[in-house]
């Protein structure tokens, strides 16, 4: 059965809009990022048992021991992402259920997003398609790798937390650009915000916050 993009009941669009009041009223302030969560049905990209859940400003289960992260937190990395001025390409880490990467198709020019699950993948796809979301492109990678050949990105969006920031990823970052990432064990992560300048990165620690861990082969 075909899922209903609008929604009704507690996957309508008045669902979506008492969600962006609660992340205004947890600090959210970017409207073109409001904007986007309002337009992105998150009811989608859960399992249709929880849909019921969507808008709910808490993490979802997605399978294969991944999660599709709180609203807020969506919200809140995309919004450090673009403090900096618009970004014509992004490369996403763990693209997971799609959620996120459809924002950022909301804000961006072009998301490349990988991801080491391939059904999780394919799944994020098939959402994608039935959104007519046309400005992604899919890799099924080893996150630590990301996507150099077609870096360097004026931003990167780490979805999962290494126990530091993947040099690898690092080398892809355009000068000025930014990355938004989780790092550290868990139960003691921290998101960060890395700017990359001309000869350095700048490093700035936003808040605490919980991850799966990225797993792959770090080098």
């Known amino acids: 059965m075909k899922k209903n993009l609008l929604g009704t009941g507690m996957t309508s669009q008045r669902s979506r809009d008492r969600l962006v009041q609660r992340l205004r009223e947890e600090g959210v302030r970017d409207p073109a990022v409001l904007k986007a969560i309002q337009e992105t049905p998150r009811h989608i990209f859960v399992d249709e048992a ?3 859940r969507a808008y709910e400003d808490t993490a979802l289960p997605i399978g294969f021991g991944q999660t599709l992260s709180q609203p807020y937190i969506v919200a809140r990395m995309t919004e450090s992402l673009l403090a900096g001025g618009p970004l014509q390409k992004v490369l996403e880490v763990g693209t997971g259920s799609g959620y996120q990467t459809a924002v950022l ?16 993948l394919m799944q994020a796809q098939r959402r994608f398609n039935s959104l007519g979301i046309t400005n992604i492109r899919l890799k099924c990678a080893d996150g630590f790798w990301g996507w150099p050949a077609c870096g360097p990105y004026q931003g990167i969006l780490v979805t999962a937390a290494p126990m530091e920031v993947p040099k690898s990823l690092l080398k892809q970052l355009a000068i000025g650009g930014r990355m938004v990432i989780p790092v550290g064990a868990q139960g003691a992560q921290s998101l960060i915000l890395v700017t990359r300048t001309s000869d350095d990165f700048e490093i700035e620690t ?9 797993v792959g082969e770090q080098i």
Do not use: C, D, H, Q
């Open 105 to 120: 198709a909301n804000l961006a020019g072009i998301v490349y997003t990988v991801e080491r699950i391939k059904p999780l």
């Open 50 to 52: 929880l849909s019921s």
């Open 206 to 214: 936003l808040e605490r916050v919980s991850f799966v861990p990225l």
